[in-house]
């Protein structure tokens, strides 16, 4: 609150989006390899008052488009870790409401022009598919429609899912997404309200030639059920000090980075192209 007038100083203000931070660390009881929040330590949650203050003060000094972001899973915001399944605790759907309602209320009165908000974990909500569809929907409720929810997915390949020590399986990935559609993809203003990032990592410990080949596959089955997803990011590994991957040597030969280019090509076109078509048909406005 105390800092939200720098905004102003930035070059493109008022042209600007200010990203909000919920919450440190991640609520899951192991960590993905080449993760970072691991290393934080005991996850520290911010109050549902002190984030809406922000953003108020920020609103008083011109700024009208938000993402909630800066956390590993929205779904877990202020989840009192316990109940763990699957190394997953129970999300607390009440306070996730007691975020997402003031901001939908500013939505509607004009004060916020576009909300977004950042990752959600697929774990979560097949661990919890319950308590994980009863946030959703209030979060869909909120964001501005057209809006993406980043899973953290990374890969399809069971190898790589084990090394790795990743969140879901092929059938749980799918699972999360297929929850996704059916919870947040109504269409408001002609485009689905929220629809499901799919993040994928190359570059990981135990990836082969048949990786990509199962990352392709993965999609096209979502793509075969008639599933929307926003968009896929396909990203290079980028290790972080401190985390297990972090200073191993992991050799990448040239026909596994031709079969990388080869198949990043083919979900370009064949995944992607194909779903925007679905997610915007013509006349979408």
């Known amino acids: 609150v105390l800092g939200a007038g720098v905004v ?31 290393l934080i330590g005991r996850v520290e949650f911010r109050d549902e008052e002190d984030i ?6 920020l609103i008083k000094n011109g700024v009208s488009r938000f993402r909630i972001g800066r956390q590993a899973d929205i ?33 509607d009165s004009g004060l916020i022009r ?7 974990n697929p774990g979560t909500i097949v661990n919890h598919p319950d308590e ?13 429609p057209g809006d993406t929810l980043a899973l953290g997915i990374e890969s399809f390949d069971p190898e790589v899912i084990a090394k790795n020590s990743l969140k879901v399986d092929r059938t749980g990935a799918v699972k999360a997404v297929a929850v996704i559609n059916e919870v947040c993809g109504s269409r408001h203003e002609g485009i689905p309200a929220l629809l499901p990032g799919i993040n994928l990592v190359h570059g990981l410990e135990g990836e082969s030639m048949k990786t990509f080949e ?11 059920m ?16 401190g985390t297990p991957l972090y200073g ?25 192209g194909p779903m925007l078509k679905k997610i915007y048909p013509p006349g979408t406005v």
């Open 114 to 120: 576009i909300l977004n908000v950042d990752n959600a």
């Open 214 to 224: 199962e990352n392709f596959s993965a999609l096209e089955e979502i793509l075969g």
């Open 132 to 144: 994980s569809s009863e946030a959703l929907s209030v979060i869909s409720g909120a964001v501005t």
């Open 8 to 38: 102003r100083r930035h070059p493109d203000f008022p042209d600007i989006i200010c990203e909000i931070e919920t919450y440190r660390g991640c609520p899951r009881l192991a960590h993905c390899s080449f993760c970072s929040e691991g």
């Open 52 to 57: 809406i203050s922000e953003i108020e003060t």
């Open 248 to 272: 191993r040597a992991i050799r990448t030969s040239k026909s596994i980075e031709n079969r990388y280019e080869y198949y990043k090509k083919r979900i370009r076109e064949e995944i992607e």
């Open 75 to 107: 779904l877990l915001y202020k989840t009192r870790m316990e109940g763990f399944t699957g190394g997953f605790p129970v999300p607390n759907p009440q306070a996730v409401k007691n975020l997402f309602r003031p901001l939908a209320e500013m939505r």
């Open 226 to 241: 008639g599933l929307l997803v926003k968009r896929i990011n396909i990203r290079r590994l980028l290790p972080f000090p």
